[in-house]
């Protein structure tokens, strides 16, 4: 008989356990992400797209300069006339909502992570594992606890996205010139009001190059979550394979396209308007 250690059903074992004892947390998560998610899809979708496209050009005007906001004009008008604008901003509601809940797991446990060494120890296998898994095996786990939707896409970015969000900021946080910090406990200041006051500030560019990759992994699942529902333009591409439609699959990916940019240099222009000297 030949040998075989059965993990993968100890895997399938296991996550079978979690679902039938947290039914009721994965219940309660999957009502409020699909509420929230409606919520967003309803704001993007709602208005006129002219008006749309004005408040995200205005903030990348606001945020980066005109140049931005011109380019921003000119991509979000080519999504528009390819038809594929609807997509897109469910897309987005998808990223914003996704990114912002693994920014808000991922940033307190880098903390933790920057103050324990003991955390430090056990988180670092476990973001090894996470940024080392193929991104679609992400979504068999998500599937079994939210059959398919747009919640499972939200569940399977959430895990996908959070490990850089928590190294980029215990990088940020052990990054601080011991002196400064030294500096802070020699006056007297509380571990919290340093950590607010000092390594947080200080830290703040490295966090939002933590944020930025969050923010792109996230769109980047959000595409491949397409497979089992997600909506956006996963679906648009998804329908481009089955269908072998070379036209709608490229007007799909370039939309993807823009809107990567459009985060990515908005989060890389937040982080550098952060540093000490531009704070100054």
């Known amino acids: 008989m030949e040998f075989r250690i059965p993990l993968g059903d100890w895997i399938a074992t296991g996550i079978d356990w979690i679902e039938a ?17 409606t919520g967003l899809e309803w704001l993007l979708l709602t208005p006129p797209f002219w008006v749309i496209l004005i408040i995200l050009v205005a903030i990348g005007w606001l945020v980066k300069n005109w140049k931005f906001a011109l380019g921003t004009a000119l991509g979000l008008l080519l999504i528009y006339g390819v ?26 446990l880098g903390i933790l992570a920057a103050k324990s060494d003991l955390a430090s120890v056990i988180f670092r296998p476990i973001l090894d594992f996470l940024q080392t898994m193929p991104v679609f095996v992400y979504l068999l786990p998500a599937v079994a606890f939210f059959s398919v939707g747009v919640v499972p896409g939200i569940f399977a970015t959430i895990v996908f996205s959070v490990a850089p969000g928590v190294r ?40 939002m190059a933590g944020i930025n990759q969050v923010i792109m992994l996230s769109l980047s699942m959000v595409v491949i979550a397409g497979l089992v529902g997600a909506g956006g333009l996963g679906r648009e591409v998804v329908l481009a394979l089955g269908r072998v439609d070379t036209a709608l699959g490229m007007e ?29």
Do not use: C, H, N
């Open 252 to 280: 799909a990916g370039i939309a993807v396209v823009i809107l990567a940019i459009y985060l990515d240099r908005l989060t890389a222009t937040l982080g550098k308007s952060s540093t000490p000297a531009s704070t100054a």
């Open 21 to 37: 004892t947290f039914q009721i947390v994965l219940d309660l998560f999957s009502g409020l992400s699909e509420a929230i998610y």
């Open 83 to 108: 038809d594929q604008w609807e997509p897109t901003m469910q897309t987005l509601a998808l990223v914003l909502f996704a990114s912002s809940l693994a920014i808000i797991i991922s940033v307190p």
């Open 168 to 207: 980029f900021t215990e990088l940020a946080i052990r990054g601080v010139d011991k002196e400064v910090v030294e500096a802070g406990q020699a006056f007297g200041s509380s571990p919290w009001r340093i950590l607010r006051q000092i390594q947080i500030p200080l830290g703040t560019p490295t966090i």
